[in-house]
C-alpha cells in the first residue's frame, strides 16, 4: 500500500532560521511527488513538482529535493509569511487509475518574527 | 496560470437540504477533477475522482447517493450533498487537472467550501 509520512508534525522557527521538512514516501513505483503549501481555511497552493530521484527545484527561498524514500524541502532564512501547512503527494506510477495522490499528513509551520 | 474556482466558499443550512457546489478551472481544460473532504487539522481525504462525460469513481466508504458528482464539461464539475446531515459539516475541496503532460501534471486546488450543517 502506498503511503507517505512527513516529519515534523509541526515546526516553529525564528524568522530567519533555516530548516528542512521531511516526506517519507512508500509507492510502488513513483510518478511524481508534489508539494503543496496550505493557509488556513484555503485550498492548498501548488509548489513544486519532483519527477525522478537527484532533482531539484526552487521557488524563493524554497527548495525541494527528492531521493528514492524521501524528499525534502529546504527553507532559507523563512519569514513570517512562510507560515503555512507543507503538504507532500505522491502519485505512483501503478494504480487503478493512474490519477491518484496520496497525501501526507503536513507540517505545520510556523516562522516567528 | 491553472487557476481553479470553487463556490460557495461558505454554506450554513438546516438539516436535509440538499447543497451543491460547483468547481471550474478558469484557464485551463480539466480531464479530471477531484472531490477531497478535509477534517481540523487532518489531510485531505479524498472522496471521488471524475473525468469528463464518464461516471465518477468513488472511494470506498463514501456514499454515491448521498454525494452526487458531475463532471458535465471540460472546466465544471459539481457535488451536490443530498439531505445533508451534521455530520456531513466539513471543508470540501476541489482540484482539477488538465493541460499538456496529461496524468503528470500536478492537481490544482480551489479554496474549498465550508459546509455547516445545523
Known amino acids: 500500500e502506498d503511503q507517505v509520512t512527513q516529519s515534523p508534525e509541526a515546526l516553529r522557527l525564528q524568522e530567519g532560521e533555516s530548516s528542512s521538512l521531511n516526506c517519507s514516501y512508500t509507492v510502488s513505483g513513483l510518478r511524481g511527488l508534489f508539494w503543496y503549501r496550505q493557509d488556513p481555511g484555503k485550498g492548498p497552493e501548488f509548489l513544486f513538482t519532483?519527477?525522478?530521484a537527484g532533482e531539484e527545484k526552487e521557488k524563493e527561498r524554497l527548495k525541494a529535493t527528492l531521493t528514492k524514500k524521501e524528499s525534502f524541502l529546504h527553507i532559507t532564512a523563512p519569514k513570517p509569511e512562510d507560515s503555512a501547512t507543507y503538504l507532500c503527494a505522491v502519485q505512483a506510477s501503478v494504480d487503478n487509475y493512474g490519477q491518484n495522490f496520496v497525501f501526507g499528513p503536513g507540517t505545520r509551520l510556523s516562522v516567528l518574527p | 496560470g491553472a487557476v481553479v474556482s470553487q463556490h460557495p466558499s461558505r454554506v450554513i443550512c438546516k438539516s436535509g437540504t440538499s447543497v451543491k457546489i460547483e468547481c471550474r478551472s478558469l484557464?485551463?481544460?480539466?480531464?479530471?477533477m477531484f472531490w477531497y473532504r478535509q477534517f481540523p487539522k487532518q489531510s485531505l481525504m479524498l472522496m471521488a475522482t471524475?473525468?469528463?462525460?464518464?461516471?465518477?469513481?468513488?472511494e470506498q466508504g463514501v456514499e454515491k447517493d448521498k454525494f452526487l458528482i458531475n463532471h458535465a464539461s471540460l472546466t465544471l464539475s459539481t457535488l451536490t450533498v443530498t439531505s445533508a446531515h451534521p455530520e456531513d459539516s466539513s471543508f470540501y475541496i476541489c482540484?482539477?487537472?488538465?493541460?499538456?503532460?496529461?496524468?503528470?501534471?500536478?492537481?490544482?486546488f480551489g479554496d474549498g467550501t465550508r459546509l455547516s450543517i445545523l
Open positions: 482540484s482539477a487537472r488538465g493541460g499538456l503532460g496529461g496524468d503528470y501534471q500536478p492537481q490544482h
Open positions: 484557464d485551463f481544460q480539466a480531464t479530471t
Open positions: 519532483l519527477y525522478s
Open positions: 471524475s473525468n469528463e462525460g464518464s461516471k465518477a469513481t468513488y
